[in-house]
């Protein structure tokens, strides 16, 4: 419980501190030479991996699906874009802990955390949704926050690397929500051009843009999304995910957000 107060103490202060904007912008007559920002270094997250499957259909694991959309990505960046440096969190079906892969993107000093997974509820439930850290306003948000963040029961120690958060708990969920605040107009900024592709270009139905609070996007300190591509649980859905051609599809679409996001952001920061 003592750890829970003080991570509140910390959230308060986060919301109480000085808004910050990003890219930061020059000051005029400052006789600085303006601030140009590049956008050089992404962060790719395939979710789970190992001994961690995600969720599942009748064929297709999350933890495979993921992985395939992310190399698709990965391999979309680097032949387009050879200035930006691409990062993965895993490249291979490996186990990697939730607050390693925020630790990855830190230590790269990455400009954005891009996180994909797929989804599990009800055989009728289907489409994407593109996340960002926030409060969750519905039972539901917290429900598929809930779910990904579960996957910390199978970390040794997590109690003390999470300090004192609760898979279980809304309560843990809600404090956590309020972390990456500095970051959140552009995380909001890339999840929307990421649901805007894939509604109008891939052609996927969108359950939209949404706020829950994620542990694999809390230590992360730059703008960051978690992309659900599709529900597993519905079966045209998962024969959609599981087809090579539409991983590739799937990746276009975040690959010309980020392309869009990355344009903008480096206008938008002077000459
Ligand atoms: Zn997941």
């Known amino acids: 419980m003592r750890n829970i107060v003080a991570l509140g103490t910390v959230a308060l202060l986060f919301l109480a501190g000085p808004t910050t904007s ?25 979710g789970h991996g190992g001994k961690d499957r995600g969720c599942a259909g009748v064929k297709a694991r999350e933890a495979d699906v993921a992985l395939k959309i992310i190399l698709a990505l990965g391999r979309q960046i680097e032949e387009n874009m050879p200035e930006v440096k691409v990062v993965y969190t895993r490249k291979t079906d490996v186990f990697v802990e939730l607050a390693d892969r925020a630790g990855i993107a830190n230590k790269n000093n990455a400009d954005l955390f891009i996180s994909v997974h797929c989804n599990a509820s009800s055989p009728a439930a289907n489409g994407t949704e593109v996340w960002t850290m926030g409060p969750h306003k519905t039972d539901a948000n917290l429900s598929v926050a809930k779910r990904e963040n579960a996957v910390i029961l199978q970390e040794d120690n997590y109690q003390e690397r999470y300090n004192g958060f609760d898979p279980t708990s809304p309560q843990s969920h809600i404090l ?96």
């Open 22 to 46: 990003f890219p930061p912008q020059a000051s005029a007559g400052s006789g600085q030479p303006p601030y140009r920002y590049r956008l050089r270094t992404v962060v790719l997250d395939a």
């Open 176 to 271: 956590f929500s309020l972390y990456q605040s500095a970051h959140i107009v552009n995380s909001i900024r890339f999840a929307q051009k990421v649901d805007r592709q894939f509604r109008t270009t891939v052609n996927r139905p969108s359950r939209g843009v949404k706020q829950a609070g994620f542990l694999v996007l809390w230590k992360s300190t730059m703008p960051s999304v978690l992309i659900e591509s599709g529900f597993l649980t519905n079966r045209q859905e998962e024969l959609y995910l599981n087809d090579k051609a539409n991983q590739s599809y799937m990746a276009s679409g975040i690959y010309r957000a980020f392309r869009d996001y990355k344009n903008e952001l480096e206008a938008n920061s002077g000459e």
